[in-house]
């Protein structure tokens, strides 16, 4: 979505909204079918912009301990300060193209990459899997929890019993 701010830019005052939903990313591989609703204004204030939005996320997150798809949702905000040209280089500030136009999916896409968590849990305690048999031990225990007995320790316990 581009929005056209060249008349809010003219106008003090004045204030412009925006709605529009987002696919994410393919770069956001953790988080399957989702989709982003984006919502906010940018408004002039004695000529200085200020974009302010709400973004809300809805997806199926892939458990970065046991791989099973769950269902997750992250919210966050955006406030920042919108200019055509810049004097000096400011990451703060959102840049219109050179007609005026405020790419919005650009912006949100961007924000999504920085905002959203890259480490997905299905649960905080989460078991994950085996590393021997692969089971998901959220799921119940597996026969290989039973810890094998290292030779070196059986050694010495023998020689601790006889002593
Ligand atoms: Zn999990
Ligand atoms: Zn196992």
Do not use: W
């Amino acid at each position: 979505m581009r929005l056209d701010i060249q008349e809010l830019q003219a106008n003090d005052g004045t204030t412009l909204g925006f709605d529009f939903s987002l696919p994410l990313d393919k770069a956001l591989a953790d988080y399957v079918d989702g989709t982003a609703s984006v919502k906010g204004t940018v408004a002039n204030h004695g000529g200085f912009l200020l974009l302010e939005s709400g973004v809300s996320v809805s997806a199926k997150g892939v458990c970065a301990r046991c791989g099973e798809l769950f269902d997750t949702s992250h919210s966050f905000t955006v406030s920042r300060p919108v200019a055509r040209e810049l004097n000096e280089e400011n990451d703060e500030y959102i840049l219109t193209d050179e007609d005026g136009f405020l790419d919005l999916e650009g912006v949100f896409s961007e924000e999504l990459l920085l905002e959203l968590p890259t480490k997905l849990l299905c649960r905080e305690d989460c078991k994950g899997l085996c590393p021997k048999c692969g089971k998901n031990l959220n799921r119940g225990a597996c026969g290989c929890s039973q810890k094998e007995i290292d030779p070196r320790l059986e050694v010495l316990k023998a020689l601790l019993n006889n002593g």
